[in-house]
């Protein structure tokens, strides 16, 4: 690439960044209130389901969020059906009240699941200054490779983020980051709403999932969703878990229906991956300015 060239999709990327701060409300996948958990969707880059979905093999990633202790259950489940998936783990939560602890996490990994970050303790970021962000994102991250783990993907606690939180995102060494929500289901009559998710269209860090799976949520709806991707020319289709139980939380997913989904998608033969794997890149190290706790520029 040219100079200049790189320096009109510098620009290109600015305009798109300032877009994404601009837009509030997620084309079709609606808002759920905010409940201590990812269940709500903010910004909207992709605006008017922007990025289409069309590139052909459906991809499927079940991602789980804030280090529930009850997430043991979906371990189980996922090895039963051959099957591995994402935990996007806040450290700091690691050994407190029915969270995870330590051993379970490095369980998971053995098992062969990804191992992402979460922040230290799921804060509401755009709410933060952008060094309070970094100390959450970066010292979360460094946290997690210092037990061994190979953090190379982020979610936004509540899906919440700005331009500033990418930037600190990527600063931080992550190769990618997910939201929340901002996939249509098939109950939505939109026309124009985004059912899968196109990741070389809409970029690594601003990653859309089905609306986090509450209690409620049926086997036919959860397989809903990866049909009508099947239908509608693929991409990705992302599910976010946050308990696994019977009743014990709104957004708890019941054990049978998690286990009815798992095994729906081995008898389908779906694709499941790893979040890290479908968007690719490697490890990378804490880049040294963050390392040191100083500024960490939007490129670094
Ligand atoms: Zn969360």
């Known amino acids: 690439m040219t100079l200049s060239a790189s320096r009109r999709a510098a620009s290109l990327l600015v305009v798109a960044l300032t877009a994404a701060v601009l837009a509030v409300v997620t084309a079709c996948g609606g808002t759920v209130p905010g409940h201590g958990n990812d269940a709500g969707t903010t910004t909207s880059p992709g605006g008017q389901g922007g990025a289409s979905a069309g590139h052909g093999r ?17 371990a189980d489940l996922l090895r039963a059906h ?8 806040n450290s700091g939560f690691l050994g ?16 062969g699941n990804e191992i992402g970050g979460h922040t230290l303790t799921h804060p509401r970021l755009p709410t933060l200054s952008r060094a309070a962000q970094r100390h959450q994102i970066c010292d ?14 982020f979610a936004y606690p509540y899906g919440m983020y700005d331009r500033t939180t990418i930037a600190v995102v990527r600063g931080c060494g992550y190769d990618s980051a997910r939201r929340s929500g901002g996939l249509a289901g098939p109950a939505d009559r939109c026309t124009q709403c985004l059912r899968a998710e196109d990741v070389r269209a809409t970029g690594p860090y601003e990653l859309r999932t089905t609306p986090a799976v509450r209690r409620s949520m049926t086997l036919d709806a959860l397989t809903s969703y990866v049909r009508q991707a099947r239908e509608r020319g693929g991409g990705l289709v992302a599910f976010q878990f946050h308990n696994v139980c019977d009743g014990c939380d709104e957004w708890g997913v019941r054990p049978d229906v998690l286990d009815g989904f798992f095994g729906w998608l081995e008898a389908q033969g779906v694709t499941v991956r790893r979040f890290g794997d479908v968007v690719g890149g490697s490890l990378r190290p804490m880049p040294r300015a963050a390392a040191r706790g100083m500024a960490v520029s939007a490129g670094a």
């Open 96 to 111: 407190r009240p029915k969270r995870l602890t330590r051993t379970q996490v490095e369980a998971l990994a053995r098992a």
């Open 58 to 74: 459906t991809v499927v990633s079940l991602t789980f969020d804030d280090a529930w202790a009850t997430q043991t259950v979906a």
């Open 82 to 89: 051959h099957l591995v998936g994402t935990f996007y783990i």
């Open 140 to 153: 979360d991250r460094r946290a997690l490779l210092a037990m061994g783990f190979r953090p190379r993907s």
